[in-house]
């Protein structure tokens, strides 16, 4: 079940009011002091915990990130190494780490292990549609998949096996929401300052998990502790799930909202009420990256690349049908489209729109829905297999959706078939203040789009 965010703390119908004037109503706010108080010296930790084979470490790290504006703020998180307060490089997001079935952890930015990587995001097609114009037949289980920084790839039948030091002067937690039996949480339960921890149990079910750290819920979230579990049944890689929906690459997007004065007072030694002090947050990302570089339209080639192999959805068109997202009319082709993972570790209610195409949501929260007999949950959401122009992405929530990568339904002959190049469609949250950054950058929030590639690819006979 998604948590439930208490109205003090930020209510939904308070976010889409300060949408309507999203510039007044943040640019208002006090300026936000990017550097800590005073703090009491505490004696240095060791460098790094040694090694050990099939173990997966993280270190719980704070320092300072900077967002799209330039402002730094204070951050915690559960890294890859051991970082102090003051470096200039902080250990935030761990890089994304395969665990495979026979208990290895890979560093790697990919999955499947060994299968081909799409250039710059974006998987070749097997060959043109004679039948569809313009349209391609796709490969069936071939192209890896990037993931972005804060993502565990698990295989189903492996052992997960997490060492977690606290480098920090409170207590903090690890646990794995929803992946123990019956669907409870699996927790270190506190991790003293300077404490090392460990959590071992069997890998869960294929589908997606959000990992966090719950004390004094939801600020060490909001502050950055946070990360997603993708598991995948080794046996079925391009499978949603065993016997479910085929894609051809899948993505992963992690929505996170960022309030910089609860950052502040933490940084300062405080301990943050939510209760009483309400949030307003101020800067939104999509796989920590906002506005223009999530768009991948910056000055550092590195990150546009990165934003296009783990953010900016990309495929060639094809003739798609839902019913089945399987074998396609050639042997080893696929009528599917892509997965993209919708997670929302933070607190903001999103509404993801989609421009140019519908998708077509097939599970929440590992729950999958049904195609026939939908009906009405407690919360008056429709829970049934369709289209949808927008998706609702409460706090917590994990949904998986089809992207088609098709010719969108109001493309006229004459366009579709006079076209020479790419078309460019803009993805953007419904909820106003999430397009700015610091209250009034605009598009400076979480922001992307997707590309219906171009009728000639590179290589294709």
């Not at 002091?33 to 090694?51: G, I, V």
């Not at 204070?74 to 890859?80: C, D, L, M, V």
Request: glycine content about 10%; aromatic content about 10%; some cysteine.
């Amino acid at each position: 079940m998604p948590e439930q965010v208490p109205p003090e703390i930020l209510a939904r119908g308070d976010l889409l009011k300060l949408g309507a004037a999203a510039g007044l109503g943040f640019a208002a706010l006090p300026l936000v002091p990017t550097a800590p108080a005073q703090r009491t010296a505490r004696t240095p930790l060791p460098l790094a915990l040694a090694p050990i084979p099939g173990v997966l470490d993280l270190y719980i790290n704070e320092g300072y990130l900077k967002m799209v504006d330039d402002t730094l703020v204070y951050h915690r998180g559960f890294g890859s190494r051991p970082t102090d307060v003051d470096d200039p490089n902080p250990s935030l997001r761990m890089p994304s780490t395969v665990i495979t079935a026979a208990g290895e952890v890979v560093p790697s930015r990919s999955y499947p292990l060994g299968a081909p990587l799409p250039p710059r995001g974006t998987p070749a097609p097997f060959s043109p549609d004679p039948a569809n114009p313009g349209q391609f037949f796709i490969f069936r289980e071939y192209w890896a998949s990037y993931f972005p920084e804060r993502t565990i790839i698990a295989e189903w039948g492996s052992t997960l096996r997490f060492r977690i030091q606290n480098r920090l002067g409170k207590s903090h937690t690890f646990t794995l929401h929803g992946a123990g039996p019956d669907g409870g949480d699996l927790t270190t339960g506190p991790i003293a300052p300077d404490a090392v921890a460990t959590l071992e149990f069997p890998c869960p079910e294929p589908g997606t998990y959000i990992f966090a750290d719950p004390t004094n819920a939801p600020v060490e979230r909001v502050l950055g502790l946070f990360g997603v579990l993708v598991v995948m049944d080794p046996d079925c890689r391009w499978d949603i799930a065993t016997d479910r929906a085929s894609f051809e690459r899948q993505w992963v997007w992690i929505c996170h909202a960022i309030e910089p004065r609860w950052a502040a007072l933490e940084a300062a030694g405080q301990t943050v009420n939510p209760a009483q002090q309400r949030a307003v947050p101020r800067y939104f990302t999509l796989n920590g990256r906002s506005g223009f570089e999530s768009l991948g339209i910056t000055f550092d080639d590195a990150l546009n690349l990165a934003s296009e192999e783990e953010t900016l959805i990309s495929g060639y068109p094809r003739q798609l049908d839902v019913r089945q997202f399987g074998e396609g009319t050639e042997l080893g082709t696929l009528r599917g489209g892509q997965l993209v993972r919708l997670i929302n570790p933070g607190i903001v209610f999103h509404q993801m729109h989609f421009h140019g195409n519908h998708i077509w949501t097939v599970r929440r929260n590992n729950v999958d829905w049904p195609r026939h007999e939908g009906f009405v949950d407690a919360d008056g959401h429709v829970v049934l297999q369709q289209w949808e122009d927008v998706v609702e992405l409460e706090p917590m929530d994990r949904k998986d959706c089809i992207i088609p990568i098709k010719r969108p339904p109001d493309a006229i002959d004459p366009v579709w078939f006079a076209r020479t190049g790419d078309w460019v469609y803009p993805m953007h949250c419904h909820a106003e203040p999430t397009q700015t950054a610091a209250g009034g950058l605009y598009p400076g929030g979480l922001v992307a789009h997707w590309t219906l590639k171009g009728p000639n690819p590179g290589g294709v006979e």
